[in-house]
């Protein structure tokens, strides 16, 4: 009797041993995760398919470089809103190729914002929301509105929805979109030059031309002329008028 209880001592302990053990194989069987590796954003614009004229822009610009050499040490992240190859196709004949290096520069910079933005975040936003492009408050800047779950995002030249998220997770946020974001202040209405002031005439109407010098004299000479002619016609018959006195006075 006295060996009872300690056989099931035995036994308990027993099983304990084989419980932690079969645990630990468990743990030791499941895969560990891997650890998460910096944000290629490449990648992510070539998994999406249709991007081939961003990726494009961005490797010209050197903006690909820079964004990605940036995520791996902001503290806000950023927001990148990739226009599709058909948004571009879309744009008027050489409005791409009319942009110097500079102006395409700010093209591209001017989809990315220096801020992580959920799509919730951007219902909540305020408006204009800065871009990488921005040199001053209010310049450079998206404008955001929508209900639910539908965003649209505006520049002040165009307006399209956010179709599409590509990626939305800190640090990088990658949105489609159907158009190209053109900028207010490379593609707003130019102000119209001022038109040239009309030429002057040449001629003064109060003064006569030449032409008219060569025509016929005043009104004003004329009527001194018939003064003079009539003045003369009556000395002359003052004088015939004494000549035939005269001869009367010797007849």
């Known amino acids: 009797m006295a060996s009872t209880p300690l056989t099931l001592i ?6 304990t041993l084989l419980s932690l053990q079969a645990q630990a194989q468990a743990q ?47 503290s806000q992240g950023f927001t990148l809103f990739a226009p599709t190859d058909n948004a571009f196709m879309n744009l008027k004949s050489g409005a791409l190729n009319d942009l110097n290096d500079t102006q395409k520069v700010k093209l591209v ?16 936003v305020s408006n204009p929301v800065r871009t990488q ?41 990658v949105y489609q979109v159907d158009k190209v974001l053109l900028p207010l ?26 032409a008219k010098a060569g025509g016929a004299p005043s009104p004003s000479g004329s009527g001194k002329d018939n003064s003079a002619a009539a003045g003369r016609n009556v000395g002359f018959g003052v004088i015939v008028g004494l000549g035939v006195i005269c001869m009367g006075a010797l007849s």
Do not use: C, M
């Open 185 to 210: 202040e490379l593609f707003g209405a130019k102000s119209p030059s001022s038109a040239p002031s009309p030429k002057s005439s040449k001629t003064n109407p109060d003064i006569p031309s030449i």
């Open 10 to 15: 035995l036994l308990l302990t027993l099983a």
């Open 28 to 74: 030791a069987q499941a895969p560990a995760p891997s650890p998460s590796g910096p944000v290629n954003l490449t990648a992510i614009l070539e998994k999406g398919g249709q991007f081939t004229t961003l990726i494009r822009l961005l490797k010209e610009t050197q903006q690909l470089t820079q964004i990605q050499s940036q995520l791996n040490s902001t």
């Open 133 to 173: 492009a921005s040199e001053g408050e209010g310049t450079w800047g998206l404008n955001f509105a929508g209900q639910g779950q539908q965003v649209n995002v505006s520049t002040g030249v165009v307006e399209t929805p956010i179709n599409n998220a590509l990626r939305q997770k800190f640090p990088l946020a």
């Open 109 to 124: 910079l001017y989809h990315v914002t220096p801020k992580y933005y959920s799509l919730s975040d951007l219902l909540t």
